[in-house]
Nanobody
Framework: QVQLVQSGGGLVQAGGSLTLSCAAS????????MGWFRQAPGKERDFVAG??????NTNYADSVKGRFTISRDSNTVYLQMNSLEPEDTATYYC?????????????????WGQGTQVTVSS
């Protein structure tokens, strides 16, 4: 059984930093990229960043390029978020990319983390 457990998040002032982590376990996780998504109230869940299983390739949404960094250490994936803006306020989710190769296509992802709230105050 695949399980993704998230940690991190919280409340920070604009310009501050936070780090999210996502620990994956279980059969079937090997070889699959992992992505981070976020969902603000009343909005769709959008792609934020992704990383391959080996960590040799990453991808970012334009809105976070230069501010967020995705990395991984074995089965744990991190999202370092710097220069946070109020617009980054959302619930953040990690998930495994199981089908296809499109980073931003949410339908390719399964096994979601429980979600973690990030709130950026102005």
């Amino acid at each position: 059984q695949v399980q993704l457990v998230q940690s991190g998040g919280g409340l920070v002032q604009a310009g501050g930093s936070l780090t999210l982590s996502c620990a994956a376990s279980g059969r079937g996780i090997s070889g699959h990229p992992m992505g981070w998504f976020r969902q603000a109230p009343g909005k769709e869940r959008d792609f934020v960043a992704g990383i391959t299983w080996r960590g040799d390739n990453t991808n970012y949404a334009d809105s976070v390029k230069g501010r967020f960094t995705i990395s991984r250490d074995s089965n744990t994936v991190y999202l370092q978020m710097n220069s946070l803006e109020p617009e980054d306020t959302a619930t953040y989710y990690c998930a495994l990319l199981m089908y296809g190769s499109s980073w931003s296509n949410i339908r390719g992802y399964e096994h979601w983390g429980q979600g973690t709230q990030v709130t950026v105050s102005s």
